[in-house]
């Protein structure tokens, strides 16, 4: 049996461990990374154009 791997929209790396935020794949690393990133880091706005990719409206974290 194969297990749930999927390609992480954030890192590009395939990932056993995610959730989906729409069609887009997060692991849970980089959802670890989102939820602790301010505003204030520079990885932030990143994160944000990312998800904005995939939710035209805004999206709040
Ligand atoms: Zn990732």
């Known amino acids: 049996m194969g297990k749930n ?10 990932k056993e461990d995610g ?3 729409y069609q ?3 692991c849970q ?3 670890e990374k989102i939820i602790s990133t301010s ?14 990719a995939i ?3 805004s999206y709040t974290i």
Do not use: A, M, W
Request: proline residues 3%; aromatic residues 14%; hydrophobic residues 30%.
């Open 5 to 14: 791997i999927h390609i992480c929209g954030i890192c590009n790396q395939t």
């Open 19 to 21: 959730i989906f935020l």
């Open 24 to 26: 887009l794949y997060i």
């Open 29 to 31: 690393e980089c959802e």
């Open 39 to 52: 505003p204030k880091d520079e990885n932030y706005q990143f994160y944000v154009e990312k998800l904005r």
């Open 55 to 57: 939710n035209q409206s």
